[in-house]
Each structure stands twice: as structure tokens, then as C-alpha cells.
């Protein structure tokens, strides 16, 4: 399996609760490497860009402010497969349906407030990447 580049978000619900350390770990544990990771806090209108593949969505509003409601921690996870590793390690959407042991399971709140965002294929990989993220950040 070819090494994998993927953007992963710790949104707002996890970083108020302190959570960034624990779900780093998770990550690292399965062999995802952090190679580029950031603070920041984002607009309503920047999260809306991020999500605008959502934007006929019902939640759509919803998502946007609560991404806004405090910072996250954007980050490039690297490793053999890390797109897939990334949204096994973080569990189905829904804390409700999330296998023991994935982040969501652990720590989610809601369907909504569900703690981490990973990118779904390469090619939204590569731009949800460059989103966040100058080719200089990224030291694999
Ligand atoms: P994913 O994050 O597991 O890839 P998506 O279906 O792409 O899930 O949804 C993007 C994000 O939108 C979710 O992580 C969650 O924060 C939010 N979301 C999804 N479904 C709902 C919902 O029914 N109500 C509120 N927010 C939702």
C-alpha cells in the first residue's frame, strides 16, 4: 500500500475539553505520523469554504458555527494507507455507531460535535491539504 497524506481536524469540541493530546496519541498509535499541525481559530465563513461540499446539507449552518465556536488543531497525518487508517482510527460519523476503541467512541459528543474531521479520498486529501497548509509546513 502506497504512503498516504490525509488532513485531519480536532474540532472544537475536543480542544475545549483538552483533548488534543489524547487524540494524538490514538493517531500515532496506529502508525499515522503528525507531520505538519496547527492552532487556529477559523470564521463561520472559513469553515464554510472547508465544507462547502455540504452546503445543501440541513446542518449545513450548524457546522460552519460550531467549527467557528473555538480552535481547532489542523494537521497532515502521513503513513502506508493513511486515509483509511485515519477514518478507522476515528470511527463512523455518528459516536452512536462507532466501534470501541475509535475516537469517536471515546470521546464525541453528538452526531455533529463528533470531535475530528479526516479527509475521505486522495484527491480531497490533496485539497483539503493545501487548504490549511504551504508545501514548506509539511516535514515528512
Ligand atoms: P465524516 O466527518 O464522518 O466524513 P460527513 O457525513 O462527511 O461525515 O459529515 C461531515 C460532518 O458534518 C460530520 O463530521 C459532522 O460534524 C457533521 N454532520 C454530519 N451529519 C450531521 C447531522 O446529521 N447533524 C449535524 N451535523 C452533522
Avoid: W
Wanted: charged fraction near 25%; charge should be negative.
Amino acid at each position: 500500500m502506497a504512503t498516504e497524506r490525509t488532513l485531519s481536524i480536532i474540532k472544537p469540541d475536543a480542544t475545549k475539553r483538552n483533548l488534543t493530546g489524547k487524540i494524538n496519541a490514538k493517531f500515532e498509535d496506529a502508525g499515522l505520523r503528525i507531520i505538519a499541525q496547527k492552532r487556529i481559530q477559523l470564521t463561520p465563513e472559513q469553515a464554510g469554504v472547508f465544507y462547502e461540499v455540504h452546503k445543501e446539507r440541513p446542518f449545513y449552518g450548524e457546522l460552519c458555527d460550531f467549527m467557528a465556536s473555538g480552535p481547532v488543531v489542523v494537521q497532515v497525518l502521513e503513513g502506508e494507507g493513511a486515509i483509511a487508517k485515519n477514518r478507522e482510527v476515528m470511527g463512523a460519523t455518528n459516536p452512536a455507531d462507532a466501534a470501541p476503541g475509535t475516537i469517536r467512541a471515546e470521546f464525541a459528543e453528538s452526531v455533529g460535535e463528533n470531535s475530528v474531521h479526516g479527509s475521505d479520498a486522495p484527491d480531497t486529501a490533496a485539497v483539503e491539504i493545501a487548504y490549511f497548509f504551504s508545501g514548506l509546513e509539511l516535514v515528512g
